[in-house]
């Protein structure tokens, strides 16, 4: 079975500050990774995702993940956070069996002026 | 989200009575999800479709039940609604290996009074 682990229910950053929203996984196989993120009364929008490749992945709005295998994690980062980067962010994991996607809890960022 | 519209957008029902939610693309996509998100639990998998009657169960499945007589749509059916079932339904679309991996409707908030 698939599981995801977001250990923050919320982070807090002042803007312009680095941002960094954990998570780990665990899957049988290949890890297929992903983050979204879910603005209010709002559908979730991807942000990116790591299925093979570079560990480092880039994605919208100057969001970047690294993939570490070791840990099993792939924290979602950004350089310098805005003020509407404020939000609610998921993490998913799926295995190579099948196309399912197993969500975390979810992080709310949230970025202070 | 273009491509998938999820109805209605609220709806308040009493204990006991049966609810229908609607999700319609047209991405002609196989593969069809329904979430459901709580707090402290993220996304949960009710069902999903991988298609025309081709449905199967994901780790929230009592209480619901699906049909997809048609590419296009997927009803999500709560049998006889309970307070355990207030919460805000997501259908989902896509392949994990799509560009953006699933893409989202923007949601249906239920209410049992």
């Known amino acids: 079975a698939q599981s995801v682990a977001q250990p923050e229910d919320q982070v807090n950053v002042a803007e312009g500050n680095p941002l960094t929203v954990k998570c780990t996984y665990s899957?049988?196989?290949?890890?297929?990774l992903f983050w979204y993120v879910q603005y209010p009364n709002r559908g979730l929008q991807f942000l990116l995702k790591y299925i093979t490749g570079d560990n480092l992945v880039k994605g919208s709005y100057g969001f970047e993940a690294e993939f570490n295998k070791s840990q099993t994690s792939f924290h979602l980062k950004k350089p310098s956070a805005l003020v509407s980067d404020s939000a609610l962010y998921f993490c998913?994991?799926?295995?190579?069996?099948?196309?399912?996607?197993?969500f975390g809890g979810g992080t709310r960022l949230m970025v202070k002026p | 989200d273009a491509g998938i519209t999820q109805s209605p957008r609220h709806k308040v029902t009493e204990t006991g009575t049966p609810v229908t939610l609607r999700c319609h693309q047209t991405e002609n996509h196989r593969y069809m999800y329904w979430y459901r998100q709580d707090p402290g639990h993220g996304l949960r998998l009710i069902h999903y479709?991988?298609?025309?009657?081709?449905?199967d169960k994901g780790e929230v499945s009592d209480g619901y039940s699906v049909s997809r007589s048609k590419t296009e749509d997927f009803l999500l059916t709560l049998e006889s609604a309970t307070s355990s079932q207030t919460s805000v339904y997501f259908c989902a679309i896509g392949y994990r290996e799509s560009p953006g991996g699933y893409t989202f409707g923007s949601g249906t908030r239920l209410t049992v009074v």
């Open positions: 998913a994991v799926g295995d190579d069996a099948g196309n399912m996607l197993t």
């Open positions: 479709s991988y298609g025309v009657k081709d449905t």
């Open positions: 899957v049988s196989g290949n890890p297929y």
